[in-house]
């Protein structure tokens, strides 16, 4: 999944998480 927070280098598929405080992204499963 994808939010307007992640950031663009995040490739459709992939599966992250996101710091919902800052926006942070925090990393990939």
Do not use: D, H
């Amino acid at each position: 999944g994808a939010t307007v927070m992640v950031p663009i280098f995040v490739k459709v598929g992939e599966t992250i998480s996101i710091n919902p405080e800052t926006g942070e992204y925090t990393g990939r499963v």
